[in-house]
């Protein structure tokens, strides 16, 4: 038999490999006869062509009508998928040679164990710890380029493997209101708000050196950085050393390594009568929040940050789960020294996509109650007591999913430091969820709507009144009544709004 060689459009050509695989299984093609090549040797260009018009150049029956689709098992399509994106140059013998097996070994499909398939979800399972890793260790940096959107922000990143094209959906996601580009050896993303483009690779040098937003994010690193949880080997497994050189937070690991085995020899110095002393403060706190996580109103642990120090920080908090997966944390937002707060539970959907509080159905109940009471909601900070968006995906929709104890807890230093910043002269709890973190105990909506309550920590009143989304929730037939009870509830607050 003649031996066939392919040549694919780019490195993650799998239409190509898809159409090259149907005619060499139609013209009964052995593996060993096939020579897998790149259009563009070496790294392969990306761009050259799109996929679909991937070449079979020295196919001889190139001109031949197109092959039927083999029957495959439901594993082997998502498994290509991801192996493709692998830098391995054998992927395509490798995964040419699995799909002719199990044309002709109809037991292969059962055998999980089989060589061919564990060295394919090797492959995988190494492209998706790269995705991962381009998750987790992208670092943006501002460019004011005075574009009408806002700044542009940059990264630069040097995955592993062709993941590049896979993962910028993540970004796209993650980051849909800010614009961004990710620039990366072979390959770069970039996203305006509105479409995400690829562009051919870039150097190091077109990336933008270090400036104020990374000068906050390593003063954050620095605050969070925590010497009794130091453990380095995790550190090092989490984020391996070949990352740090673009994480600016890793020329303080040093330092502060350096820094937390001396603190740890002070404290065991010190002896246990310092621990001892602690325990009666912590005990009776009674949250269900880990240690690291715990604070109580007015004792927020980054009471020394500016607002926009604050905001900058808490994009990257990941002090309880609920940030891994929204989009963005939504902070607070109104004048610095407002003299009214108002605090709900925590952003939604259209929250979470656009990155401000109150801005989605809940919000415009709110705006329509601001404007009938004659209010000027600029005038206020508003703000919530979770600053992440907690939900579960049903179809196509993200629902809403109350915050835990612990999650909220886990919140709260950054709402009290929020209160520390702006001093409010009263603050409006909407809803269960706000009362409670405000006041650090269970407040019933019923029973105590339309007073003030005083926090004890700062003597701040805290106006107790539902959740605009309750409202929404309320039955027709008693919403007007409902509404009517919330603005004169809110009505409560107007000595505290600026004429
Ligand atoms: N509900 C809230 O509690 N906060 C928001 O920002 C939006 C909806």
Redesign the pocket.
């Known amino acids: 038999m003649l031996s066939r060689t392919i040549e694919l459009a780019n490195s993650i050509d799998l239409a190509g490999f898809r159409q090259a695989a149907r005619q060499l299984l139609a013209e009964h093609v052995p593996p060993e006869d096939v020579t897998w090549t790149l259009s563009y040797q070496g790294l392969g260009d990306l761009f050259a062509e799109a996929p679909s018009k991937a070449a079979m150049t020295r196919l001889e029956s190139a001109s031949a009508p197109e092959a039927p689709p083999p029957k495959v098992p439901a594993f082997f399509l998502p498994l290509c998928q991801t192996a493709i994106l692998h830098r391995e140059p054998r992927r395509f013998a490798l995964m040419y040679r699995l799909l002719w097996r199990l044309q002709h070994q109809p037991g292969l499909r059962h055998d999980t164990l089989d060589a061919d398939r564990s060295a394919l979800e090797d492959l995988a399972r190494v492209v998706r710890r790269d995705m991962h890793k381009m998750t987790a260790f992208v670092r943006f940096r501002t460019v004011a380029d005075e574009h009408a959107d806002g700044p542009l922000h940059i990264a630069w990143f040097e995955p592993d493997h062709h993941i590049v094209e896979t993962t910028a959906p993540f970004f796209q996601r993650r980051f849909t209101n800010m614009r961004w580009a990710i620039l990366t050896p072979e390959r770069c993303a970039q996203w305006d708000g509105a479409q995400l483009t690829f562009q051919p690779g870039a150097s190091r040098d077109d990336a933008p050196p270090a400036d104020a937003g990374e000068g906050l994010w390593l003063t954050y690193y620095e605050h969070i950085f925590n010497p009794a949880r130091l453990k380095v080997k995790m550190m090092e497994r989490e984020m391996p050393r070949r990352y740090w050189h673009n994480l600016p937070e890793a020329a303080l690991i040093a330092p502060l390594v350096a820094a937390a085995h001396q603190r740890s020899g002070t404290m065991i110095e010190q002896g246990p009568q310092d621990m001892a002393k602690r325990l009666p403060k912590v005990l009776p706190l009674k949250v269900s929040a880990p240690a690291q996580w715990r604070s109580q109103p007015g004792q927020g642990a980054r009471t020394t940050m500016t607002l926009p120090q604050l905001r900058a920080a808490c994009q990257h908090c990941r002090d309880c789960p609920i940030g891994g997966h929204a989009t963005q944390a939504?902070f607070g937002e109104g004048p610095v020294h407002a003299a009214l707060m108002v605090v709900?539970?925590?952003?939604?959907d259209?929250?979470d996509l656009r990155g401000?509080?109150?801005?989605?159905?809940?919000?415009q109940l709110f705006n329509r109650a601001v404007a009938e009471l004659g209010w000027d909601r600029q005038q206020f900070y508003?703000?919530?007591?979770v600053k992440h968006f907690k939900h579960e995906v049903r179809g196509k929709r993200r629902m809403?999913k109350t915050a835990s104890q612990a999650e909220a807890d886990a919140c709260l230093p950054w709402l009290e430091a929020e209160i520390t910043q702006v001093q409010p002269k009263a603050i409006i709890a909407?809803?269960a969820?706000?009362a409670r973190q405000l006041l650090g105990r269970p407040v019933t909506i019923t029973q105590n709507h339309g007073q003030w309550l005083k926090r004890e920590s700062d003597g701040v009143p805290v106006l107790i009144t539902t959740?605009?989304?309750a409202l929404l929730r309320t039955q027709d037939d008693a919403r007007s009544a409902a509404y009517a009870q919330w603005l004169a509830d809110l009505r409560h607050a107007t000595e505290h709004v600026p004429a």
């Open positions: 939504v709900g539970e925590q952003p939604g259209q929250e401000h509080p109150f801005v989605g159905p809940a919000g508003v703000t919530n007591a809403h909407l809803g969820t706000a959740h605009p989304s």
